[in-house]
């Protein structure tokens, strides 16, 4: 297992992992026009530039068996995807491709987001997590997590809750 910085040179293939794990996720609760139209909108590659361009977000791959099995995205900043202060740290996405599940590599993915929000100086990480996804919700739990708020996360134009979790670094 390894973890790596993206960069300009990955958009690709993050794309292409970004809408996999995306879709294997959520494919199963969501009708196929809403999951295209939040893939065509989150997943774009210009959007994706852009984010990767961003100095206050950061990508990450985790590499399994010299694969790439799924990636990490943090915010710190005005890039966080609510105002939750300088002092904070988002986990805007964390996904790994079923394939790879149960080997750990998720709790690698956010053991890299404490990593960094501590070399970052920051006091509290914090996530949104879809109401819905109870294994998801379990594993914030178990790491430390609570829930401290909820916001509204569109996919396509179905609205739909994600708990606001957060956890203190202090």
Known sequence: MMIKKCTLDDVVELQAVSK???TETFQEQNSPEHLNAYLERAYNLEQLEREIANPSSHFYFVLYDQQVAGYLKINTGNAQSEEMGEDSLEV???YVKKDFQKHGLGKQLLNKSMEMA???NKSKVWLGVWEENDNAI?????KGFVQTGAHSFFMGDDEQIDLI????LQ
Do not use: G, P, V
């Open 118 to 120: 501590l070399e970052l």
């Open 138 to 142: 379990a594993f914030y739990q178990k």
């Open 165 to 168: 979790m957060t956890k203190s």
């Open 20 to 22: 996999e794990t995306f």
């Open 92 to 94: 805007e996405r964390i």
